[in-house]
């Protein structure tokens, strides 16, 4: 079955700690991955997906198909992260998101 | 350019009522797709259209739900007889995929209230 797993409903980290949200998924293909925030009272919106291999607002996420896990990491939180983070794995070529339940992310002063 | 529009963005309605949530997708986008965001549930994938291919219904938790995409444009999702457990808001996303790139657009969301 095809699952996305966020183990954390809440991380709280301090400003300028460095952050690391998890995200282990399951799929019998080759997956594609994104990780979507969604700040408060905004929609929801991609913040990187890994075939682009990018950096986005310091952010970064690697796919580790070994672990089956696509973290997503950041060396240095700032408040404007805190958001609800969503990873997410497409479903075939033309399919649907399957998401995580999401990490709310709490960077305090 | 505009995003993808839905409407109403808030509905309240009574248990045994049926309502209609429209979304209107970015234009040239082929695909549209609805999910649900429900608290302790995350978001739960509902139907997707892809062109004039039939709709992918695989995510619908009822036959109270349905939905269709008229000319390949505007989608409206149908919940007849609504239940309390229905409270959710759903969320409207369009895509196109340009060379092998993938990335989906989301609606601002319609908030629905079932009394």
């Known amino acids: 079955a095809q699952r996305v797993t966020q183990p954390e409903k809440l991380l709280s980290v301090f400003k300028g700690a460095p952050v690391e949200l998890k995200c282990n998924y399951s799929?019998?293909?080759?997956?594609?991955l994104f990780w979507y925030v969604q700040y408060s009272r905004q929609r929801l919106q991609l913040l990187l997906r890994h075939i682009s291999r990018e950096s986005i607002k310091g952010f970064t996420a690697d796919l580790n198909k070994g672990e089956t896990s696509f973290h997503l990491k950041k060396p240095f939180a700032q408040e404007e992260d805190s958001a609800m983070y969503y990873c997410a794995l497409r479903r075939g070529s033309q399919g649907n998101l399957i998401f995580g339940k999401g990490t709310k992310l709490s960077v305090k002063p | 350019g505009a995003g993808v529009s839905q409407s109403p963005s808030n509905k309240v309605t009574e248990k045994g009522k049926d309502v209609e949530l429209r979304c209107d997708p970015i234009s040239g986008h082929t695909a549209l797709y609805w999910y649900r965001q429900s608290l302790g549930q995350g978001l739960e994938f509902l139907i997707y259209f892809q062109g004039n291919s039939a709709p992918d219904k695989s995510g619908l938790p009822s036959d109270r739900f349905s939905a269709e995409r008229t000319g390949g444009s505007v989608s409206t999702l149908t919940i007849q007889r609504t239940q309390q457990e229905d409270s959710a808001v759903y969320l409207c996303?369009?895509?196109?995929?340009?060379?092998?790139?993938?990335?989906?657009?989301f609606g601002p969301g319609t908030r629905l209230t079932v009394l």
């Open positions: 799929y019998s293909g080759s997956p594609e």
């Open positions: 996303a369009s895509s196109y995929t340009s060379g092998g790139v993938h990335e989906q657009f």
